[in-house]
């Protein structure tokens, strides 16, 4: 049970990510303001598709012919709330799989009740960095609002907990990321320090997760890819920026070059 998880084979990766290009799947995102175009391109370069629809009277209709749906809390309002309970219920009738990212749980009351409340409603996958998996477990956290200020590899046994209570999978990032379904895991050892200087790169992966979560096989393989994919992008593009501007546009031309044999 807590023996190192392995890194994800590149192979394995670069299977996830052809198998992905060839269904590009449809993502409905309802996600928080500050990302919304950032996560719909990071979904087009990766190879899905995004639609943010987000009226609480089409919210429903749509998760139900989506592939996946993503939620995340970052900017919810009551209303934004009405919208995502709807279609998280669509999308379990609809067997559609769903991915929370619960964006500064812990300290905010409304945001934490919300996250606790669509833990029991089975998401496929949360994505979410170290501080908030602590808080989604109960634990004491060092978030400052929306970043983290804890170690993924102090959350994974907490990670581990709360993807065999819930029946779900747990990603939780940082400089590794680790991937569980509670009891097998994988980890992500990539990625670059420029990535927690833009805003949104966690949420918009949890997107790309999303996207990956709609293919037919090995979920927690896909969802481990998902990671690898976006930290893979990040390191090789960190080094050809400038700064924080420059990195997230060469972000996108990144992931939509990206290979199989860069995951290798
Ligand atoms: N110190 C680090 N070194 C390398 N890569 C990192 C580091 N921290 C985060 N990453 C990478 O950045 C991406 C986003 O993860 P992070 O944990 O920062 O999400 P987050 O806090 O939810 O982000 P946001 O809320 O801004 O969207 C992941 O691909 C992760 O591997
Ligand atoms: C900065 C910020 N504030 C609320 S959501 C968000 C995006 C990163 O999670
Ligand atoms: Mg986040």
Redesign the pocket.
């Known amino acids: 049970m807590n023996v190192e998880p392995a890194e994800l084979p590149g192979l394995a990766a670069a299977t996830s990510l052809a198998l992905l290009r060839q269904h590009a799947p449809l993502v409905h995102c309802l996600t928080n303001d500050v ?1 919304q175009a950032f996560t719909a391109n990071t979904l087009l370069a990766v190879g899905a598709a995004p639609a943010m629809v987000i009226e609480p009277r089409e919210a429903a209709q749509f998760s139900a012919v989506a592939d996946a749906l993503l939620i995340n809390i ?1 900017t919810l309002t009551e209303r934004r709330g009405v919208s995502m309970l709807a279609a998280i219920e669509a999308a379990n009738q609809a067997g559609t799989p769903w991915v929370l ?1 619960p ?2 749980v812990g300290a905010l009351t409304f945001r934490t009740e919300f996250a606790l409340s669509v833990l029991p409603l089975k998401p496929a996958a949360i ?6 998996i602590l808080a989604l477990a109960g634990q004491p956290a060092l978030g400052r609002g ?3 200020a804890d170690d ?1 590899r102090h959350a994974l046994p907490f990670a581990r907990r709360l993807a065999e209570e819930y029946g779900t999978l747990v990603a ?6 680790f991937i569980t379904d509670g009891e097998r895991a994988w980890s ?1 050892a ?7 200087r ?9 997107a790309v997760v999303a996207a990956f979560c709609a293919l037919p096989g090995d979920r927690l393989q896909h969802v481990a890819a998902a ?1 690898r994919v ?2 893979r992008a ?2 090789l593009t960190a080094p050809e920026s400038a700064g924080p501007g420059s990195f997230a546009v060469g972000l996108l031309d990144r992931l939509y070059r990206l290979q199989g044999e860069d995951l290798q």
């Open positions: 990302v970052g990212d964006v500064a994505r979410a960095n170290a501080s908030e929306v970043d983290s993924s939780v990032t940082g400089r590794v990321d992500v990539d990625g670059d320090i420029m990535m927690t833009v805003t949104g790169t966690g949420c918009a992966l949890s990671c976006m930290a990040g390191r």
